[in-house]
């Protein structure tokens, strides 16, 4: 006797190849037989009514652990309404271990205000036990942060590291890895990793690829100085052969949009010379960060309370000013998403807050900063929407959130609509957008991600593997979220299992969290 059979679905298992009408049983939290009927009995059996049957969806660049969602909101809802079975956190440099000293988790803070976090951990090792005596509604993989290691070693210093430093470095690196961590990220544009030398990172890169470990590249510039970025990255994966990915690959801002192509045709060079080089991209022309990520590099170099005297400064305040002025960043149409204290400006543009405070919207950039709290984020419109599509629709690419797994509605805050319908919104694209065929498709999402980070058993559907699954109409899905009202389900995936159960059915998330932590190996 089966505990469940899915019943006429049709069959796209993750690997590429053309969907079929088949059944398929599960037995536990594994695929146990795979047939074009199976009568055997079972305590539970779902017509999929020749919709199509996928393994769930694997997100490569996940912030659930960022954003403090895995203790705050295990139940994922805007990923697994979206059909992710398991994630991978740890991303951009910053991850919730080791902890060497309290300033390591001071990485963390431009995303989440860590007020009343209970943290008992230390080490990486002792992060995934404490972890694994939780459950979420997906599997949860993470990396360790480069920021995190490194802030634990130096704190909020802004220099090179000593030689011991380094070795020191290297250590935790290896014992993080050896503890679970899938690989390690790095976030080179945020304050603490602006100054790292390439050779610190060769040295580090070295390490992942001897453990056969990722890294996760979070590019040093989005920028004027893509091309670089993409070089230095594309330099490390050349010298170490390490397994590399660029995180949420874009240009950002109209006058860099004619870099795009370079910079594709470089990853692609990469990747024919014989480099493991990939990239991850989400479907939205709009970025959603730190609101202080566009002051000047020198303004934020040594952290919050440095910048803040640079404010007070009026001959360096009004160079602040003069850079954002200058900086070609459109500031009035630009969203507050969230502040870390109650300001009631959210859902506003700054455009509309600075007319309220008769005020220019640069400066009333440097008031929102100052008042807001550690913890400021924005939308800003400044992707090109055609390079948006060729990112993900490229062969090299995953399609992954860059989100976090949120709740139906939090007050007074809005999160980024990736977090939400970034699977579904890409799955339209493609289906009915006629990009790519809906196998193609699906391998993005699945086994092709779990190809990249070493996850065994997942990724597709096969035999023995787990029974990860999403069942979805192929017509209807798509996302319904957006920057006002992010805050909603997509619409056409009725089923998600994980581990064998449901997380999703008929279209209503269960209060079932199947989900644990992974480990490497
Ligand atoms: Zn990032």
């Known amino acids: 006797m089966y505990s469940l059979i899915i019943k006429n679905a049709q069959l796209v298992d993750g690997t590429g190849e053309p969907g079929r009408l088949s059944d398929v049983a599960i037995q536990g939290d594994k695929i146990v037989n795979i047939d074009q009927s199976i009568n055997t009995p079972a305590e539970d059996v779902i017509d999929a009514g020749g919709k199509v049957l996928a393994p769930g969806f694997i997100d490569l660049q996940n912030h659930s ?16 309404t979206q059909g992710y079975t398991s994630i991978v956190i740890g991303n951009c440099g910053a991850s919730l271990a080791p902890l060497l000293s309290h300033d390591a988790l001071l990485s963390i803070q431009k995303w989440h205000s860590l007020e009343g976090a209970n943290i008992n951990w230390q080490s990486f090792s002792e992060y995934i036990e404490e972890l694994s005596r939780h459950r979420f509604a997906c599997n949860v993989a993470s990396l360790v942060g480069y920021s995190t290691l490194r802030r634990g070693i130096v704190g909020d210093q802004v220099r090179s590291l000593e030689k011991e430093e380094l070795a020191a470095l290297k250590k935790f690196l290896v014992e993080s890895i050896d503890a679970g961590a899938f690989g390690m990220s790095s976030g080179l544009s945020y304050s603490h990793e602006i100054i790292i030398s390439e050779i610190e990172l060769y040295e580090l890169a070295k390490i992942l690829t001897q453990k056969k470990a990722l890294f996760s590249i979070h590019l040093r510039s989005e920028g004027s100085e893509i091309s670089e970025a993409v070089e230095e990255s594309l330099d490390i994966a050349r010298s170490t052969e390490v397994n590399l990915k660029i995180s949420h ?8 949009w004619p870099k795009f192509d370079e910079i594709i045709q470089k990853i692609e060079n990469a990747y024919h010379k014989g480099y493991n080089v990939h990239f991850d991209a989400y479907p939205y022309s709009a970025i959603w960060q730190p609101l202080y990520a566009y002051l000047p590099r020198w303004a934020i170099e040594g952290g919050r309370q440095v910048m803040l005297k640079h404010f007070e400064n009026p001959v360096q305040r009004n160079k602040i000013l003069a850079h954002l002025n200058n900086s070609g960043v459109k500031f009035p149409g630009m969203l507050v998403a969230s502040t870390a204290n109650k300001l ?3 859902g506003k543009t700054i455009g509309q807050i600075a007319k309220n405070m008769e005020v220019s919207s640069e400066q009333a950039v440097l008031h929102l900063i100052q008042n807001g709290g550690s913890e400021v984020l924005v939308f800003e419109e400044n992707l090109n929407p055609e390079q948006v599509k060729q990112a993900m629709f490229h062969p090299l690419s995953f399609v992954a959130t860059d989100g976090g797994g949120f709740p139906p509605a939090i007050k007074d805050r809005l999160v980024h609509p990736r977090c939400f319908g970034s699977a579904p919104k890409f799955l339209n694209m493609a289906i009915n957008g006629r990009e790519l065929s809906l196998e193609k498709a699906v391998k993005k999402l699945t086994s092709a991600p779990a190809e990249k980070i070493g996850l065994k058993k997942r990724g597709e559907i096969k035999i023995g593997n787990f029974a990860d699954l999403v069942i979805f109409d192929p017509e209807k899905i798509n996302s319904l979220a957006s920057y006002q009202n992010p805050y909603q389900f997509s619409q056409g995936i009725s089923h998600v299992f994980v581990n064998g159960k449901a997380v999703l059915t008929g279209g209503k998330i269960t209060t079932q969290l199947p989900g644990y932590v992974l480990r490497k190996n």
């Open 249 to 256: 690959l874009k240009v950002r801002n109209e006058s860099n």
């Open 344 to 346: 009631n400006f959210v």
């Open 65 to 80: 652990d960022s954003y403090w969602q895995i203790f705050d909101n295990p139940q994922f809802d805007s990923l697994v």
